[in-house]
């Protein structure tokens, strides 16, 4: 298969999500990989809310009832289909990256990106809880 290996299925959590930095050209993005029904899902990893909110600072974002949590406002999205059911961004929608699921690795399946590491952008970031939108 052509698709870029991002990580392994056993290191995405069951009650929390997995952090991953990708890169598109110059442009490094945050993306959160999620379980649902023994798939995984890919979101970016901003608040449709407010866009410089992070749903995962560095060590995995909160689930309520199975949804992902953003803490900010308490918005929660469905893990299958990044619906926010709930909070100030009701009836948004996270934005998706295409994975797949195969031999017990997540893969990447959109060639616009390309995996750069496992955790956030940066160690800045992690310690700060905001990130950067140079130019965006
Ligand atoms: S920033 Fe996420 S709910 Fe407000």
């Given at each position: 298969?052509?698709?870029?290996?991002?990580?392994?299925?056993?290191?995405?959590?069951?009650d929390?999500?997995?952090?991953?930095?990708?890169?598109?050209?110059?442009?490094?993005?945050?993306?959160?990989?999620?379980?649902?029904?023994?798939?995984?899902?890919?979101?970016?990893?901003?608040?449709?809310?407010?866009?410089?909110?992070?749903?995962?600072?560095?060590?995995?974002?909160?689930?309520?009832?199975?949804?992902?949590?953003?803490?900010?406002?308490?918005?929660?999205?469905?893990?299958?289909?990044?619906?926010?059911?709930?909070?100030?961004?009701e009836?948004?929608?996270?934005?998706?990256?295409?994975?797949v699921?195969?031999?017990?690795a997540?893969?990447?399946e959109?060639?616009?990106?390309?995996?750069?590491?496992?955790?956030?952008?940066?160690?800045?970031?992690?310690?700060?809880?905001?990130?950067?939108?140079?130019?965006?």
């Amino acid at each position: 298969m052509d698709d870029e290996r991002i990580a392994s299925l056993e290191d995405v959590p069951d009650d929390s999500t997995l952090l991953v930095t990708l890169r598109n050209g110059f442009e490094k993005v945050e993306v959160v990989l999620t379980r649902f029904d023994g798939d995984v899902a890919a979101w970016k990893n901003t608040c449709p809310h407010w866009s410089d909110v992070r749903l995962d600072k560095g060590s995995g974002a909160e689930l309520r009832d199975g949804e992902l949590l953003c803490t900010r406002h308490g918005a929660t999205f469905d893990t299958a289909s990044g619906h926010c059911t709930h909070g100030p961004c009701e009836g948004a929608y996270l934005e998706e990256i295409d994975v797949v699921v195969e031999e017990g690795a997540v893969y990447l399946e959109e060639s616009t990106y390309s995996f750069d590491h496992l955790g956030p952008k940066s160690d800045r970031d992690r310690s700060s809880g905001r990130i950067g939108f140079g130019g965006n």
